[in-house]
């Protein structure tokens, strides 16, 4: 969708909220391309890239799981996972709890040699918060929540 669709919300808006917008677009729009650009170096997809890293926060978890985590289908966490697994980034164990079912997790040797690849980003976040005093904060970081969960909510709307 281009600017020109969201003028029409420049009247609903205050400067500030419609110039919020804009660089939230422009926000997502760059961490796709950051993403894919990293991807690219480590040998995968987005998708893939993407779910590994719900995995690393995560721990050990299903298929199902990781399928709610990420909002995709189980088929498509199923080929990530293949895919993945192949790669040498996860391995399928049993789960400890019940040896019927079987959870999937990071290989420490295939997630080690990704952090490097994050490590400016990280030091240059850590400096963009340090800008910010707790109360400030908190209302980015419930910002960031209420976004997030919105947008899951938004994909499992359009499955």
């Given at each position: ?29 760059r961490a796709v391309m950051l993403h894919q650009t990293i991807s ?120």
């Amino acid at each position: 969708m281009s600017i020109d669709n969201h003028q029409h919300l420049e009247g609903e808006m205050t400067p500030l909220q419609y110039e919020l917008l804009l660089e939230l677009r422009k926000n997502s729009a760059r961490a796709v391309m950051l993403h894919q650009t990293i991807s690219e170096k480590l040998g995968l997809n987005t998708t893939d890239h993407k779910c590994l890293d719900f995995l690393m926060n995560s721990g050990p978890v299903t298929a199902g799981k990781l399928a709610e985590l990420t909002g995709l289908t189980t088929g498509a966490v199923t080929n990530v996972i293949d895919r993945l697994e192949q790669s040498g980034y996860i391995m399928r164990d049993k789960d400890p709890n019940d040896r019927r079912r079987v959870v999937v997790k990071p290989v420490r040797e295939g997630v080690n040699s990704i952090s490097p690849l994050f490590e400016s980003v990280l030091q240059r976040t850590l400096q963009i918060m340090a800008q910010y005093d707790e109360r400030q904060t908190g209302v980015i970081l419930d910002f960031l929540k209420q976004c997030n969960e919105m947008s899951l909510e938004e994909m499992n709307k359009l499955k």
